[in-house]
């Protein structure tokens, strides 16, 4: 079935740590996004990819960085994790010319990141 | 600024009732409008859209009604079941352009649907 998928679901880590989010779709999708959502709060584009070794930067500064070596992946990466990243990060897709107009994304389940 | 706005956080609905869930834009180059529906550690959902030169869509239960002059979106759902107590959030876009189809979020509504 397709899906897009994220681990870890949940994590708490200790600050200064490194911390890799891995996002992966089974859908062939072209676009690739990462949001960042607090409670209450509206969700914040902070990456996305058009397609492989495109990445841009979102409406929301963020410290993370990401990469797009294979169509599929789309992992974030957080060098020195601080608590002020504590949030819930998004992952999602959709394809490249979109089926009836409105650009439709697919998100994962979401990743929980708690800094200490 | 917030370029979507949804200025109830919360809403409680009687079973079998209408929700009306509403949603106010400021950049007139929008062209889509999505609705999302969210459970509790999961990811959104896509419920239904509705492009800017349409006044109306339906899906089964669900409505989008657009007011372009006014700048403002709702989603209505009848009848209203207690599976559909989520949180609702609205979503623009603009398709062409540098940053064309990204998704921009409002905050979201809380539905409580009481059997």
């Known amino acids: 079935e397709a899906d897009i998928y994220q681990t870890p679901r949940y994590l708490v880590i200790g600050t200064g740590k490194k911390i890799t989010l891995e996002c992966s779709q089974t859908?062939?999708?072209?676009?690739m996004y990462w949001y960042q959502q607090d409670p209450g709060m509206e969700l914040h584009l902070i990456h996305y990819?058009?397609?492989?070794?495109?990445?841009e930067k979102g409406d929301l500064s963020s410290e993370s960085t990401v990469s797009r070596i294979r169509t599929e992946h789309f992992p974030l990466t957080l060098e020195s994790a601080r608590p002020s990243h504590t949030s819930q990060y998004l992952c999602?897709?959709?394809?490249?010319?979109?089926?009836?107009?409105?650009?439709?994304?697919?998100f994962g389940a979401g990743s929980r990141l708690t800094v200490l | 600024d917030q370029q979507v706005k949804q200025n109830s956080p919360s809403l409680s609905v009687q079973e079998g009732r209408i929700s009306i869930l509403n949603c106010d834009y400021t950049?007139?180059?929008?062209?889509?409008f999505l609705w999302y529906k969210k459970y509790p550690a999961e990811g959104p959902t896509f419920l239904i859209s509705?492009?800017?030169?349409?006044d109306k869509n339906e899906d089964g239960r669900f409505t989008v009604f657009l007011n372009k002059s006014a700048k403002h979106l709702s989603l209505h759902i009848v009848p209203s079941q207690p599976g559909d107590s989520a949180v609702y959030f609205c979503?623009?876009?603009?398709?062409?352009?540098?940053?064309?189809?990204?998704?921009?979020f409002g905050k979201g509504t809380k539905l409580s649907v009481k059997p």
């Open positions: 950049n007139s180059m929008f062209d889509y």
């Open positions: 859908m062939g999708h072209d676009k």
């Open positions: 999602a897709s959709s394809p490249r010319f979109p089926r009836a107009g409105a650009n439709v994304l697919t």
């Open positions: 979503a623009a876009s603009v398709s062409y352009g540098g940053s064309q189809g990204n998704l921009i």
């Open positions: 990819s058009y397609g492989v070794n495109s990445t």
């Open positions: 509705i492009s800017s030169i349409k």
